[in-house]
């Protein structure tokens, strides 16, 4: 995700909290203005779209033939699965995490949820955070072709997971998009009306809702703090 200099990240952010725990990582990159490197990015672009595409190789690289064999196979033939020490390293992970975004301690919550009220109580780290890790440790393994998951893996892992989804949180990274306090009590009814309104799976233009809203509750702007998510 690109953040822009004149902005907080939390003003950049439109998803909802619970969207943005379901990704694996995340990573802030900066939007820095550098004209030569605007320059040369631009040059790539055009290059690709132009068909004059660089081939060339330097002696460090993998040939890109060698490499989509390389990564077919792995998908193919290669499906690692957890060691005991490295199942316990995890375990033992999942319990300091959640340790450390209990209680008052909110230096590593993950993501405010603009509902939970003035406190902000974060999203803890949960099962779906421990998952993620899981997974991250389990494609390290496969890209050695490993048939187990060690505990070399699961550290890797987990720094990966702290250095951008917990960075990430750290930074700020939360939608924090709380209504005036005049606007709440219009809010709740707005809300109990889409959830009578829309059954469980039924789909509807946003737009459409929104009109319909508007015309029967006459307040443009609570509407659009509800359906905003």
Sequence with gaps: MCIRDRCTVAEQIEFQSTILSRFD???????????????????????LHIGNICTSETEDEIP????????????????PRLTEAAGLLLENFYVNDRKETSGDNKKCNLFTNPLDGPAGRGIPITVRQLEAIIRLSESLAKMELS????????????????????????????????????????????????????????KMQRTKLQEEMCSRFGNERAVSYVTAW
């Design 147 to 202: 048939g187990t998951v060690n505990e070399e893996h699961v550290n890797e892992a987990h720094r990966i997971f702290h250095i951008s989804t917990m960075y990430a949180a750290t930074s700020g990274f939360t939608v924090n998009m709380q209504p005036p306090e005049e606007l709440k009590e219009i809010i709740l009814k707005i809300e109990n009306a889409l959830e009578a309104r829309l059954s469980i799976g039924e």
């Design 25 to 47: 990582c995340i990573f802030l990159v900066k939007d820095t203005r550098d004209e030569a490197a605007d320059r040369k990015i631009a040059e790539h672009v055009m290059n």
């Design 64 to 79: 890109l033939v060698v490499l989509k064999k390389y990564i077919t196979y792995a998908r193919a033939r290669c499906f």
